[in-house]
């Protein structure tokens, strides 16, 4: 089985391109449309990689982050990706311990580079 992705967003069509492109890319992909489903998936499993929005229902990326790398003591790497590129989002985003950064809208070959980047590392 491939490595395991956990993909956090609410933009179904966006959700759905992605997920298409990690299955083909030869991800298992776990789909969750907010906040509290991440939630609810994470404390029985975690993935090799999260890939996030930051603007989702009940929990947003940035308080995703938190609660991985404080909550969980997960070093498991995190993207997050957002249209809401302004600089405090992204900064708030880096000092909570985000590995990477993605504006939207999301090339999904990109993400697959970027990926397969953290992964690997």
Same mark, same amino acid.
Not at 33 to 39: A, F, P, Q, R
């Given at each position: 089985m491939g490595k395991r992705v956990l @993909?956090? !967003?609410?933009?179904?069509l966006l959700a759905s391109?992605?997920?298409?492109r990690l299955k083909k890319g030869g991800y298992a992909v776990h789909h969750s449309?907010?906040?509290?489903?991440?939630?609810e998936y994470l404390k029985n499993d975690m993935p090799d990689i999260i890939v996030s929005d930051i603007m989702m229902p009940?929990?947003?990326g940035?308080? @995703?982050? !938190?609660?991985v790398r404080n909550d969980l003591k997960s070093n498991t790497p995190i993207i997050i990706i957002s249209s809401a590129g302004n600089e405090q989002n992204v900064l708030t985003a880096f000092e909570l311990g985000a590995n990477?950064?993605?504006t939207k809208p999301?090339?999904?070959t990109e993400l697959l580079v970027r990926i397969a980047r953290e992964i690997n590392k």
């Open positions: @993909l956090a !967003d609410d933009d179904q391109l992605l997920n298409f449309v907010n906040g509290k489903e991440v939630k009940y929990f947003s940035i308080e @995703l982050i !938190d609660y990477d950064f993605i999301v090339s999904p």
